[in-house]
């Protein structure tokens, strides 16, 4: 991957961080953003070459994450990108693609300006507006929230419900930067009460507690268009559905896709039959030891009678197999009473005392 040549602004005053920066800057910076700009000011002070590769490997932050931070630092006026093409990440943020990264300047930090008020038309959006979070479009990284914010969300009856739910699903209080990743999610991220509420279940399921993890997922979301726990319950199912698509096609011993009437199959038992994904293996692997052809035709039969016995688990289905093999051993006709050792039984037998006649015969 080509190296970005970096090259520090001539004013620059410092030897690691200015002044300027620490008083005006170091305080609305998340770690990934200030990890970055001290990592690239390290290089560029030694005259040293650097890339994605060199900033994603040793901060151990993901692409997006170090794109994200460069954003920042442009718009802030830390640094100045530039690229070979000027292609743009969808979203209209002014973020480049990394690959088009050629150069990086640092600049002389220097006192921001009173903020204004930016007035965001639909005909003429701000740069620095937040974005709209459309389907593929980078999210905005978290803000710095002041004590007002945090008090009123903390005060909200909907977000308190949230924040008690919270602390259950992970065993202990929120720490700070805990309690604003959910700030974040509400306040930048545009996630209601219910929508943070199933994120936090779905990670805690994953046996993710982390909240590195669970801001990467949120993260995701937005950037997939999730506006609802229906949107966000529909993209789960999506990714477990193909994960399951994958292990079935792995039992089948085939590659590719599976035909449309075949998807439907297995949604159904995915979503209707609701079988966990090792049940529906096992009634594979019968199929494939049955036939050999129209296996997933044949392992429905299997699943569906399964369901109507209420199969849940692996272990029910020996208790299923059981049960089938009790009722077909009842269902066989029982054996004819009449039937005696060397005799046939289509024909009426009789049963005679011959000391009996013989002795009326020597009588008489």
């Known amino acids: 991957m080509q190296n970005f040549d970096l090259a520090l602004d001539t004013g620059c005053s410092f030897t690691l961080l200015s002044n300027c920066f620490i008083d005006n800057y170091i305080k609305d910076a998340n770690d990934v953003q200030l990890k970055v700009y001290i990592y690239l000011l390290r290089r560029a002070a030694s005259s040293l070459a650097t890339c994605m590769n060199d900033l994603v490997e040793f901060l151990n932050y993901s692409e997006k994450d170090v794109i994200r931070a460069l954003g920042y630092w442009e718009k802030k006026g830390l640094l100045r990108l530039s690229t ?76 308190r419900c949230l924040l008690t739910a919270a602390t259950q699903y992970l065993g202990r209080p929120l720490s700070e930067p805990e309690f604003s990743s959910l700030l974040y999610y509400s306040k930048d991220l545009g996630f209601s009460p219910e929508l943070t509420d199933l994120l936090l279940q779905y990670c805690v399921s994953e046996g993710k507690k982390s909240f590195h993890y669970i801001d990467k997922v949120a993260l995701s979301w937005a950037e997939e268009g999730v506006h609802t726990p229906d949107d966000a319950r529909a993209l789960i199912n999506s990714h477990e559905d193909e994960e399951a698509i994958s292990r079935i096609l792995k039992v089948l011993g085939r590659v590719g896709r599976l035909a449309p009437e075949e998807s439907r199959l297995v949604r159904r038992w995915l979503h209707k039959y609701a079988f966990p994904i090792e049940v529906i293996e096992e009634a594979l692997k019968r199929a494939v030891l049955a036939t050999e052809h129209h296996r997933i035709p044949y392992a429905e039969t299997i699943l569906k009678s399964w369901h109507e016995r209420g199969v849940r688990t692996t272990d029910d289905i020996q208790e299923a197999d059981a049960a089938f093999h009790a009722d077909r051993e009842a269902a066989r006709p029982a054996p004819s009473s009449r039937k005696r050792e060397g005799g046939f039984t289509d024909i009426e037998q009789h049963t005679y005392d011959f000391s009996e006649l013989e002795k009326k015969l020597v009588d008489n």
Do not use: C, W
């Not at 903020?115 to 389907?135: F, I, T």
């Open 84 to 159: 070979d093409s000027g292609r743009k990440v969808s979203g209209g943020d002014g973020l480049v693609s990394y690959e088009t990264i050629t150069g990086i300047q640092l600049q002389t930090p220097m006192p921001p300006a009173a903020p204004q008020q930016v007035s965001v038309h639909e005909d003429k959006p701000a740069a620095s507006a937040a974005l709209s979070l459309v389907k593929n479009s980078p999210a905005p990284a978290p803000g710095s929230y002041s004590l007002e914010d945090m008090k009123n969300f903390r005060n909200d009856p909907a977000y």
